[in-house]
């Protein structure tokens, strides 16, 4: 799991391969990105807990939560 999206990049050249893209999501006006690389590991970005623009509201950060389990059911992470 990755805070911040605007260092999408970074998380790119740190988990994937080059020719990796992130999936898009957006839960209640908020980005949430997330790929498969090609150890079979899940990177999710999230963005940071703070500011307007961030996982400030515990209802937000439940349905993020949720999303994730369920990514992380289909792509067989425990």
């Given at each position: 799991?990755?805070?911040?999206?605007q260092?999408?990049?970074?998380?790119?050249?740190?988990?994937h391969?080059?020719?990796?893209?992130?999936?898009?999501?957006?839960?209640?006006s908020?980005?949430?990105?997330?790929?498969?690389?090609?150890?079979?590991?899940?990177?999710?970005?999230?963005?940071?807990?703070v500011n307007?623009?961030?996982?400030?509201?515990?209802?937000?950060?439940?349905?993020?939560?949720?999303?994730?389990?369920?990514?992380?059911?289909?792509?067989?992470?425990?």
């Amino acid at each position: 799991m990755c805070l911040g999206k605007q260092y999408r990049a970074d998380y790119k050249l740190a988990f994937h391969e080059g020719s990796a893209t992130f999936n898009h999501e957006s839960i209640d006006s908020r980005d949430l990105w997330w790929s498969v690389n090609s150890d079979g590991t899940l990177v999710v970005i999230i963005p940071f807990m703070v500011n307007r623009h961030g996982l400030t509201r515990n209802d937000v950060i439940q349905k993020f939560g949720d999303r994730i389990a369920r990514l992380m059911e289909m792509h067989g992470c425990r």
